[in-house]
């Protein structure tokens, strides 16, 4: 690498903020045909550091130049001209216009102002032939997947002669192969000569594709590392600024004994429980203090069991027992009778509301289940809140702005914050961890441990296997919307025969459709 | 010094700022136009002046408005506020035009809590609607809009009912305490209703169904209640609007009682900085807008601006303000300012935090 010209330096970049100081001096490096992570916790700088070299943000201080030129750009769209493309983590696409209008809307090939038709949708086809994906461009995006989506919204970045091509967590809501799909056209591009960022919060990935790493941490740059000479686990340490032991000893959590779990009556028996089009009729027992992990590829109906056992969709198979005793969850609010509290993995569509404070999205679900002619007193409602933005490390730890304004990681605390306060005897916990940072990403699972040690039944369901494995004592795969084994988390489990057992569908016994 | 620049900027970054400027400088213009127009003069008692007449006639928009806001806070919107007061004065003013003595307290009474028990049916009918048969509110609140004009035309049998009843014109132009009554009940029902919201989670949760409906519903929140409540509520307030407005003249007609002031209300709302999408309501807010609109029409009046072309007036005045208030709106004019000092360190900032 050492050998050839970065096509792109940024030098001494500052940028504040009032009240922050949100990059302080950052020098970064971007050689042609690698691709190159930029890590770091959230508020951490990467986006910041991201948005001034887009333009989005002018920058205080420091220099950036592409290819040997000294650049300043007014936005994004004068970045994308001059060959630096984003796609940001929300597909940022119009579902209802076709693919090929996506690729070409505000640059359409004209005659005369009229649109010619014919050339946009060819053009579209060759572009996404190039990156292997033999769709009809003339569909509606919306009715193709996410990772789909995600591939037309490379292709629209790289048509505008991408040099450099930025990718803002573009795997957050992929599953496996996409990701692999994805990868594979990173490469592609890579040896192409295009200079790719990448920013992630998954590790693995970050292994699995870049050549080399940046790390920032409070605004400042931790240093620039080739991905070989970096262990993962120094990785972590760089990012977070301190040593990681919390997910190591978290290891021997699950490998416990399963059988004085069982042991308990089983909090909640769901029997041959299902909903036409949505989940094969499935049969799950959850212990009270047990945590069972959900395993599947995105789409195997995770979600849709969850959904079932809060009574968020209707079940119309099967019956369901809460301590033994048959029932009924037709409706959240059956659920929440039961104890039962659900975190979707949805947090601002179906979890928080963004414009209530933090105070007001935690004491929600309390407050709907007392009814709102009684509130909870003023006091209490503060004794609540505090305690628990303080056990979960809410930050910013001011309970009265808006949940919105606070980031992911943080929300999700909030969300969780919302359930426990209900003293919950089954929380279902679904994608919990993603998009999140590291750090909160170990607190959220050292709490689920905690929980299911203190009795509460935990079922978790997350796309992270190394996750699913060092939580759960007992796992539930899914595939093709069928839960087709369960696999009790002793020592002879590891990833690989979770993901052999997703990939062949190997199960003992078949529930009829 | 960057105190009070700070203090100043929250003082113009606050959402009723832009509405108070155009209510002083409505007044001010008025008030050179007319040198007379602050006074307020004593008179057998009873405070008389502009001012005093356009608290009194904001009243029904107020009470409108009040009921309207919780709708719009929780994503809907009512459009049969204007045919429920017509329809409530109507039903009032015939069960007093057939009392032999209209003047009796106990009739006026009766006429009052008929009124009053009719909005709640037609609110309960808008409720139901929206929220147990799932119709759009905008689609559901028209059918009332429409048919209750006819309603009301059915009650008064297509005349115009005139009645001679000190008791129910009290209501519209009576006096206590020196003040307009008018100014009382609306100033006591938007107690009840600030109380009902505020002092209960009502308000909190009626926001939550507004900002979010299907997270609401994940968190246990029986939105369809919430729903069909503030329909109700709505239905209620514009009822009692109804009695004013009928009161002040007298008469019922089926056909002009409170045509139009949906289309105020929402107004008011609007300007009071609630969002038409749902979510955080004001309930000052909306009185504040009910003010503005009302010393807008006052003004109109005043300065002998032809009838024709008051409405384009008012159209431009409250354009004006809505567009002024508009974050985006102001970002294009002004230059960009630091906003509120936010916390102190990078890794403790969220994202969103940021200004863009």
């Keep these: 690498m050492s050998g050839r010209q970065p096509v792109l330096t940024m030098t001494a970049i500052s940028k504040s903020f009032p009240g922050v100081r949100a990059l302080d001096g950052v020098d970064f490096r971007l050689f042609p045909g690698e691709v190159h992570a930029l890590m770091g916790e959230n508020g951490a700088g990467k986006s910041t550091l991201i948005k001034v070299l887009t333009g989005v943000y002018g920058n205080d201080a420091g220099v950036i130049s592409l290819a040997g030129q000294q650049v300043s750009f007014s936005g994004p769209m004068q970045a994308a001209a001059a060959g630096v493309s984003t796609v940001y983590q929300e597909v940022n696409l119009c579902a209802n216009l076709s693919v090929a209008e996506n690729i070409f809307i505000g640059r359409e090939p004209r005659t005369l102002g009229a649109i010619r038709w014919g050339e946009m949708r060819r053009r579209a086809r060759d572009l996404l032939v190039k990156l292997d994906l033999h769709i009809d461009v003339t569909q509606l995006l919306g009715t193709y997947s996410l990772a789909v989506q995600q591939m037309v919204a490379i292709a629209r970045a790289i048509d505008i002669q991408a040099r450099v091509l930025i990718l803002d967590e573009p795997t957050s809501s992929l599953d496996a192969t996409e990701v692999e799909q994805l990868f594979r056209i990173m490469r592609q591009l890579r040896d192409e000569g295009i200079a790719i960022i990448f920013v992630t919060h998954f590790l693995d990935q970050v292994y699995g594709i870049a050549d080399r790493i940046t790390v920032l941490r409070n605004g400042r740059l931790v240093g620039e590392y080739p991905t070989a000479e970096l262990p993962q686990l120094a990785l972590v340490e760089k990012m977070i600024g301190k040593e990681l032991d919390v997910l190591e000893s978290l290891d021997e959590h699950a490998k416990r004994d399963l059988a004085a779990i069982e042991a308990n009556t089983p909090f909640l028996q769901a029997e041959e429980l299902g909903r036409k089009g949505s989940v094969v009729p499935f049969s799950l027992t959850i212990h009270a203090g047990e945590v069972v992990g959900l395993a599947g590829l995105l789409g195997s109906g995770r979600t849709e069991v969850a959904r079932l056992l809060f009574g968020a969709d209707r079940a119309d198979h099967g019956k369901v027992a809460v301590d033994g005793k048959p029932t009924s969850l037709r409706n959240p609010i059956a659920a929440i009778g039961h104890d039962i509290a659900f975190c979707s993995e949805n947090r601002r569509t179906e979890g928080l509301v963004g414009e209530l404070s933090v105070r007001e999205n935690i004491i929600l679900a309390m407050q709907a289940a007392r009814g709102w002619l009684r509130p909870i007193p003023r006091r209490r409602q503060d004794e609540l809140v505090d305690k628990y933005v303080k056990a979960l490390s809410i930050r910013p730890a001011d309970p009265e702005i808006p949940v919105r304004n606070l980031s992911g990681g943080n929300q999700q605390k909030v969300l969780l914050a919302r359930w426990l306060i209900t003293e919950p005897r089954l929380l279902i916990l679904d994608e919990p961890t993603r998009g999140i940072d590291v750090g909160a990403k170990a607190e959220i699972q050292k709490l689920v441990v905690q929980l299911s040690d203190g009795g509460m039944a935990v079922l978790f369901i997350s796309a992270e296997l190394e996750e699913v494995l060092r939580l759960s004592h007992k796992i539930a795969v899914m595939r093709d919307r069928q839960l087709v084994t369960e696999l009790a988390n002793d020592h002879t489990v590891d990833a690989d025969r979770v993901m052999q057992t997703i990939a062949s569908g190997t199960h003992h016994e078949g529930p009829e459709a | ?356």
């Excluded at chain 2, 007319?34 to 057998?44: A, I, Q, W, Y």
């Excluded at chain 2, 009626?206 to 209640?225: H, P, Y």
């Design chain 2, 1 to 356: 010094m960057s105190t009070s620049k700070a203090r100043w900027a929250a003082v113009t970054g606050h959402s009723l700022f832009w509405p108070v400027v155009a209510l002083i400088a409505l007044l001010v213009a008025n008030t050179i136009y007319r040198p007379g127009f602050l006074s307020v003069e004593m008179k057998d008692g009873h405070l008389y002046g502009s001012l005093i007449d356009i608290l009194r006639l904001a009243a029904p928009l107020i009470l409108v408005g009040l009921g309207m806001t919780l709708v719009i806070a929780t994503g809907g919107i009512d459009l049969s506020v204007g045919s429920v007061c017509a329809i409530s004065g109507a039903i009032a003013c015939l069960h007093i035009s057939q009392q032999p003595d209209q003047n009796a307290l106990g009739g006026v009474l009766v006429a009052l809590a008929l009124g009053v028990g009719l909005s709640l049916v037609l609110g309960v009918w808008n409720g139901a609607l929206v929220s147990i048969i799932g119709i759009q509110p905008i689609i559901a609140t028209l059918i009332l809009m429409v048919a209750g004009r006819g309603l009301a035309q059915l009650i008064t049998e297509g005349q115009i009912i005139t009645i001679n009843s000190e008791p129910y014109k009290a209501v519209g132009v009576g006096y206590l305490l020196t003040l307009p009554l008018a100014i009382f009940i609306a100033a006591g029902v938007a107690l009840v209703v600030a109380a009902v919201t505020r002092r209960t989670a009502l308000g909190m949760i009626i926001e939550s169904v507004g900002g979010n409906a299907e997270a609401s519903r994940l968190a246990g929140i029986r939105s369809g209640r919430i729903t069909f409540l503030v329909y109700v509520i709505s239905a209620v307030c514009a009822g009692i609007a109804g009695f004013m407005i009928t009161a002040n003249v007298s008469s019922a007609d089926g056909n002009a009682a409170g045509l139009w002031i949906e289309l105020d209300a929402i107004l008011a709302v609007v300007i009071g900085g609630t969002s038409l999408a749902g979510g955080r309501f004001s309930l000052g807010g909306t009185i504040l807008g009910a003010l503005l609109i009302q010393t807008l029409t006052t003004t109109v009046y005043a300065m002998n601006i032809s009838p024709q072309t008051s409405l384009l007036f008012k159209a431009v005045v409250v354009i004006a303000v809505c567009l002024i208030q508009a974050p985006a709106f102001r970002a294009r004019f002004a230059r960009r300012r630091p906003a509120a000092p936010a916390a102190p360190t990078a890794a403790d900032q969220p994202k969103e935090q940021v200004p863009a």
